[in-house]
């Protein structure tokens, strides 16, 4: 008998892919009653930008762009769950009672994926690819397929259908 699943680790990029791969974490914990964590990492600007923005910013105002950057991407993704409950036919609560917290961090995907699950004690993790074709191996070689050979917990990768999935992804 499998584990009982208590929390789902949902890592999103934002993309339409990452919203069709929520569909599969909130099935998940619809079944399993479990707590979904929606986690998404904002990657570091180059060092050279960096350098550039900081010389025009004091650290303190640095700062607040940085805090006021998570703050509208907890934003934006509270406004995607809300029109996928909605579109997916959700509009209950059970949609959004399911999602316990919405992380935004800076940092490194994989690192801070692995640090999230590990942190929030995950039993799964969820994350969709958009690799299709000859390139699906390399991008499924970056954040997705790093994920699954370091991760100590199972890993649920989704990747993106081809025609219809059901949902207007382009609305999310």
């Not at 964590?37 to 904002?42: A, E, G, P, Q």
């Not at 970056?142 to 649920?156: C, E, I």
Request: hydrophobic fraction near 40%.
């Amino acid at each position: 008998m499998a584990p009982k699943i208590g929390k789902i680790l949902y890592a999103t990029d934002l993309s339409r892919n990452s919203a069709y791969a929520f569909q599969f974490a909130v099935d998940m914990g619809r079944e399993q009653s479990a707590a979904i964590i929606i986690l998404h990492v904002i990657e570091p600007i180059y060092e050279h930008a960096r350098s550039y923005l900081k010389g025009l910013l004091d650290d303190e105002r640095w700062e607040q762009a940085l805090l006021e950057q998570q703050a509208e991407t907890v934003a934006r993704i509270k406004k995607r769950l809300q029109s996928f409950c909605t579109i997916s036919g959700s509009e209950d609560a059970s949609c959004l009672s399911l999602v316990s917290d919405i992380r935004v961090v800076p940092g490194h995907p994989v690192e801070e994926i692995l640090k999230a699950a590990e942190q929030e004690k995950c039993d799964i993790l969820v994350l969709g690819t958009h690799g299709k074709g000859l390139l699906s191996q390399t991008f499924l070689g970056s954040v997705a397929r790093a994920v699954l050979d370091r991760a100590r917990k199972p890993v649920f990768i989704i990747p993106l259908p081809e025609g219809d999935v059901g949902l207007d992804l382009k609305e999310i």
